[in-house]
């Protein structure tokens, strides 16, 4: 399926997508999307006055000229759509489960880390608490859902690695979490990363 299709089919279906529940609408345009390209997906936002709807690329950087070929072959969407390519920042203040492992992002805090095997690579430390078990690997996934959230998907793919800690940050260089993304935009600059 073209994108050209993708939004053809998407116009025959927008007025009962707008009436559908998030998930109805996620499945059902996942679906469709899968026949265009398995490697983006959809999140979609509440009901209300303009209704998102996010195309992503699950942090797969190498697919993101695909999703933002896709948004940008939409046409002009009906009134009450929001059509964003790749999920965007949205910051660090909420909290979230992972199989019973609970974080709030707001409590974290991280420093980089350099490599002397890949001079250019941005790492990360991320300190997690005091007795937090980071050889546990639900926080893997925590951190690389809260990084992607708080700071969206395209710097959070500037993050080559992400360690958990399990401890309270060393000494004042430590930054909190919300000072991620001008971290990361400071780091694309000095190394000249796009």
Known sequence: MTAEEFWRWFATEEAELRRAGGQIVADRVEARLRKHDARIGIEVGD????RELIFTAWSDAQTFPAVRAL???APDPAPGWKLI????PRGFDFGIDVDGLQVDARRLWFDALASAEAPGALGIRVYVGVGAPSSDQRWA???ALIIETGIGEDAAAQID???PYGGPPPD???LP???LLPFVTWYRTKHKRP
């Open 47 to 50: 009901p209300g006055e303009e």
């Open 71 to 73: 948004v940008g072959a």
């Open 85 to 88: 390519a790749l999920k965007p």
């Open 141 to 143: 996934q925590a951190l």
């Open 161 to 163: 690695y992400i360690e």
């Open 172 to 174: 004042e260089r430590s």
């Open 177 to 179: 979490i919300d000072q």
